[in-house]
């Protein structure tokens, strides 16, 4: 029987219920952004609004809070334990403005090792273990060198892992050359959603999408 990874461990996919499936829970980037707002770090408020949420009915979330965004995997299995939620955290690299300075160091082998690592073992000095690939970023003006790397290290971690992958494609129609890149390099495309196609509303780039084999998100 397939399962869902969450943070707490693993859970058949019919006790997820109502999912949003694409949240932040905590993540910090006011080094970038000079953003207060851009700092989610309080795990009390992160428990009375998850607390919300689970009252009205929600059963679980997708916390895609990667890389370079500083999520926090320890506390986000706290929350989850405390307010008795399904949290599935996401492992790999937003958009290059995003990317921690240490990833250009990296082959993509380190880069798919490291994605692996943290959906079969844990996040690093961590046990908690991420169920997703996402949330990617690209700039929506298009791909950079940098961003394809992680968009093929992606590809091959799920080949090897056989996890979803989401993406973040704002504004534009870059969603298309995300899923090319993706398949390209060996994706499931089956298991790829290409996230915030909302903000695009041009029903034929959503039904090109499509027709292509991902799945599309308005999130």
């Given at each position: 029987?397939?399962?869902v990874q969450t943070v707490l461990g693993e859970i058949s996919p019919d006790e997820l219920g109502f999912t949003l499936p694409h949240e932040h829970v905590f993540h910090d980037i006011y080094e970038i952004t000079l953003n207060s707002h851009m700092i989610l770090s309080d795990p009390q408020v992160a428990k009375r609004e998850l607390s919300i949420y689970k009252e009205k009915g929600g059963r679980s979330i997708v916390d895609q809070t990667v890389h370079g965004l500083n999520p926090n995997p320890e506390a986000l299995r706290q929350v989850a334990a405390d307010v008795g939620i399904n949290i599935i955290a996401g492992t790999g690299f937003y958009w290059e403005?995003?990317?921690p300075t240490w990833l250009a160091d990296m082959s993509e082998t380190d880069m798919v090792?490291?994605?692996v690592s943290d959906l079969t073992e844990g996040f690093t000095g961590t046990d908690v273990r991420a169920g997703i690939i996402g949330e990617i970023g690209t700039n929506h003006r298009g791909i950079s060198p940098a961003?394809?790397?992680v968009l093929r290290a992606c590809a091959a971690a799920q080949r090897e892992v056989r996890v979803p992958i989401s993406t973040h494609a704002l504004f534009t129609r870059i969603g298309m050359d995300q899923a090319r890149t993706l398949a390209d390099?060996?994706?499931d495309l089956d298991k790829v959603v290409i996230g915030h196609?909302?903000?695009t509303p041009d029903v034929d780039y959503h039904e090109e999408l499509?027709?292509?084999g991902v799945w599309i998100a308005y999130d």
């Open positions: 029987m397939k399962k403005r995003f990317h090792e490291l994605l961003e394809e790397r390099a060996g994706a196609v909302d903000t499509v027709r292509f």
